[in-house]
């Protein structure tokens, strides 16, 4: 028997310690006095470890809490083992500091200071014990963004003003501001490097700002020909700066197109219209845009427009944007109007801009027609845009529009000048609902404000574009308004549905017309690999007429990026 037991003797010790070792440890910590134990356990710690070494972490975790909430004199006074698993750790937690007031001496801004949200003077700022170490990781994070991301802050000279507010002196390490040395661009090397300059404000010599850089490289977002592939990075050298942005060009070309029919009224067959719209974007890496449009309608009424924009002229903060339209009415007129457009970028979304424009007229029919006549006219105007882009929709790319133009100039005929004035806005947005379901809304018009007007002069609206339900051009007016609504559907990523609802009014003093139209029908839009193709079906009426089947129109449109 006893030989048995000796032969199990050091399996048991060796369970009898592995118990022993593995049991949990337990911890119980107490103050100098009652008050200083409720305290303690207030603020609350860990209770059980597995090893004394989790158990030792936790009395260094607990010591630095004390510090953090004001007990900058507490003190681990002894730790006491009580039997084999309970520890007693014993603190002298002593007297709570709330405050501590900060001597900077000019070390920093006060708009760093009043963006941290304290109270200052003109050398000093208090702080609570329980956020000064977040206060300064942030200001030292400010100063770092600022041109010095190696500076550190040290607290010295820490003195007892009273019983619950101390005070310090804040040194900071020799300061060494850093400015952009060099700017280099991975990815598309060919990036205009005026979008760098006056796009995204970022120069070589300025003052290196991290969190501004990464704010202003996250609007190639905006860009429709650029996007940003990841964060900028940085290189630091003893002497230099170099700043590395990745950037992937994008597609931007687009051509659109849309052919439409309805019946005429008159001869009861179906009549066809349509337009190509071709718009080339940064195919010559300057960010430049140069947009094509040709209409062609069922009242054989012809358009075309060209139009060139040049931002950043010469690397300047100025753009130029120039423009040509030629309108032609059967046998009966043809309009050219030119304009030339200068437009300051104010960031990425605002751009203002003023501009001079021309218009020259002449009347083709060989008897005369009191209402068409040759004329000649010049306007000075101003221009605003504010455009909004949400980039993660690829259907709808832009979420709020604004434009608005207005102008002012003369008009020459038969030897009669007259003054004028324009005006011409252009503006929708899109409320998205959920991920399924948007609401759309648009508003355009223009008006023409003068002692007298002439048919040639006058814009024209309807159509796709415009009021749907009725022919393209169809309709003229010294003054319109249109509004044009949508409630869309997502049936998935790629395919949406929406209905029609739109409404109009217009005056033409000409013919001592005013009414309202209306237009009502539905569509859809499928984006696949060729584009975006889009389907709508619509009837137009007047205010006092009824709907027919007969008068709607279908509009076939499709929208290819290359």
Do not use: C, W
Not at 225 to 231: G, H, R, T
Not at 306 to 321: A, C, Q, R, W
């Amino acid at each position: 028997m006893s030989k048995q037991f000796s032969i199990y003797k050091p399996l048991l010790f060796f369970l009898f310690f592995a118990q022993l070792y593995s049991q949990n440890l337990e911890l119980k910590v107490i103050g100098g006095n009652e008050i200083e134990s409720k305290v303690i356990d207030s603020i609350g710690y860990e209770n059980y470890f597995k090893d004394f070494n989790s158990l030792n972490k936790e009395i260094d975790s607990l010591a630095k809490r004390f510090l953090t909430i004001g007990y900058i004199n507490s003190k681990l006074i002894e730790l006491k083992r009580q039997n084999d698993s309970l520890f007693q750790a014993k603190f002298n937690l002593k007297n709570r500091f709330k405050s501590i007031t900060i001597y900077h001496n000019g070390l920093v801004d006060k708009d760093i200071l009043k963006l941290s949200g304290l109270k200052s003077e003109d050398n000093s700022f208090t702080v609570s014990i329980s956020k000064l170490e977040q206060t300064l990781e942030f200001i030292n994070s400010e100063i770092a963004n600022r041109g010095n991301p190696f500076s550190t802050l040290q607290l010295k000279d820490i003195v007892q003003e009273n019983d619950t507010n101390l005070s310090a002196s804040l040194e900071l390490s020799k300061p060494i501001e850093r400015s952009i040395d060099k700017i280099i661009i991975k990815g598309y090397e060919k990036f205009p490097k005026a979008f760098v300059q006056r796009y995204m404000k970022i120069k070589i010599g300025q003052r290196f700002n991290l969190a501004r850089i990464k704010e202003k490289t996250s609007e190639l977002s905006d860009l429709r020909f650029a996007s940003q592939i990841k964060d900028p990075e940085v290189l630091f050298t003893k002497d230099s700066t170099i700043l590395y942005m990745y950037i992937e060009k994008t597609k931007s070309n687009t051509f659109d197109g849309f052919l439409g029919f309805g019946t005429n009224e008159d001869t009861n067959k179906i009549e066809f219209d349509g337009y190509l719209n071709l718009s080339l974007t940064n195919n010559l890496n300057y960010g430049e845009t140069l947009q094509l449009l040709y209409k062609s309608d069922e009242n054989d009424q012809q358009t075309f427009d060209g139009n060139i924009t040049m931002p950043y002229l010469f690397s300047s903060p100025l753009g130029v944007e120039v423009n040509l339209n030629i309108f032609r009415k059967d046998s009966t007129f043809v309009t050219a109007r030119q304009s030339a457009k200068l437009n300051y970028q104010i960031n990425s979304n605002h751009q203002i801009g003023i501009g001079l424009s021309g218009v020259n007229s002449s009347n083709l029919l060989e008897t005369e027609v009191p209402t068409i006549n040759d004329f000649n006219s010049s306007y000075y105007f101003t221009n605003y845009v504010y455009t909004k882009r949400q980039n993660y929709d690829f259907l709808f790319p832009v979420n709020f529009l604004f434009d608005v133009t207005a102008g002012f100039g003369n008009r020459t005929f038969d030897d009669i000048n007259e003054d004028q004035t324009k005006f011409a806005l252009n503006t929708f947005k899109i409320f998205n609902l959920n991920d399924q379901n948007s609401f759309y809304i648009r508003g355009s018009g223009q008006l023409i404000d003068s002692d007298s007007f002439l048919e040639n002069e006058l814009p024209r609206f309807g159509g796709i574009n415009s009021i749907r339900g009725f022919e393209e051009n169809s309709l003229i007016g010294n003054l319109f308004g249109v509004i044009n609504t949508e409630y869309r559907y997502r049936l998935n990523r790629d395919i949406y549905v929406h209905s029609v609802i739109d409404a109009a009014y217009f005056e033409n003093k000409i013919s001592d017309q005013k009414g309202k139209l209306f237009g009502f029908g539905f569509g859809f839009g499928l984006l696949s690999k060729a584009g975006l193709f889009r389907f709508n079906y619509t009837s137009g009426k007047t205010e006092n007429q009824r709907f027919k089947l007969s008068d709607s129109k279908v509009h076939l449109s499709l929208t290819a990026i290359f």
